[in-house]
Structures are given as C-alpha cells and as structure tokens.
C-alpha cells in the first residue's frame, strides 16, 4: 500500500511526468519535412520529363536510321518523293509502312527497315510528342508545339498486328 503520509525529512512527491513533443517542435520537424519533400519531388518530375523526351529523340534514331536504310539499299523507291502534307498524317503512315514493306519476291537487302509490328497512331494533340515528316527525314515536334504526324507513346501500345500489303503492292510516293 502506498503512503502517502509526508515524513519529517521528505518533501510529497509528485510523480506527473512530462512527456511528448511541444507545439513548436512539431511545427518545425513537419515544415523541415515538408520542404525537404518539395524538394525531392520537384527533382523527381524534372527527371520524369528529361527522360520522357530522351525516350522520344530515341524513337526518332530508330525511325530516321531506318529511313537512312532504306535510302542507301533503294534507288528507285525514293522516300524523297513523297511530299510533306501540313495538317494531315497520311504521309507518316505511308512512310512508315514504306520502311515496314518486304517485297515477297527480290527483296530489297535489309528490309524491312522498320520493325513490322510498330504501329504509332497518329496525333495533332499539342500534348503529345509527334513525329512529322519533313521530306527526307523526320523530325520531333514536342508537346506544346502545332503539328501533326506519328505520336510517340511510352507505354507500348504502339506494337501492334503487322500491316498486311495487298498482293503486288508498289510504292506510290511519287
């Protein structure tokens, strides 16, 4: 049994204990915490857009190396030929399948340029990332900017059935 009985030679004890974080400390930790996660954030989204345009210049190599392959093992297929359209997309999709094509009979060395199973939808959103046709190559339009062409997706919804060319299929770029 406790006594709480005070003796001669000793003080009543109080035994409430004092513990836990102030207000002001709490107030200091979470704004430290804060601001060190705006910074982390802020670092990451800058990282998050640095590399979603080098994935798009990367997809540009690939579609412009192919046309490079295409222009040194063709003479008489000049992709050169097929004029730019300004506003449309056909010309990019017919480009496209152009570097995709493996002719059944005396294939051109090294064709298809293109993987057969790449199929980009095209776009005019100035949200997206685009590929347009410039006349000998293409060129990255990047969100924000007017155009129309290839839309470049991360995703991998761009891989899809390959193109089936009608029986005797010809280029008609010029």
């Not at 002001?24 to 989204?45: D, L, N, R, Y």
């Not at 493996?102 to 199929?119: E, H, I, Q, V």
């Amino acid at each position: 049994m406790l006594n709480l009985a005070a003796t001669p030679n000793s003080k009543p004890r109080r035994h409430s204990v004092l513990a836990g974080f102030s207000l002001t400390e709490m107030v200091v930790t979470i704004t430290t915490i804060g601001v060190m996660a705006s910074i982390v954030v802020s670092q990451i989204g800058g990282t998050h857009q640095i590399a979603t345009e080098q994935l798009a210049k990367d997809k540009l190599k690939m579609v412009n190396d192919a046309v490079y392959k295409h222009q040194m093992a063709n003479t008489r297929d000049n992709l050169e030929s097929l004029t730019p359209s300004r506003g449309a997309s056909w010309d990019e999709l017919k480009v496209l399948q152009q570097l995709q094509y493996r002719a059944p009979t005396n294939p051109a060395p090294g064709s298809p340029f293109l993987d057969p199973t790449y199929r980009p939808p095209m776009s005019s959103s100035t949200r997206d990332y685009r590929m347009e046709w410039t006349g000998g190559l293409f060129k990255l339009i990047s969100p924000g900017q007017v155009g129309s062409g290839a839309k470049v997706v991360f995703d991998g919804s761009d891989i899809g059935t390959p193109y089936v060319f009608p029986p005797g299929y010809k280029w008609s770029g010029r």
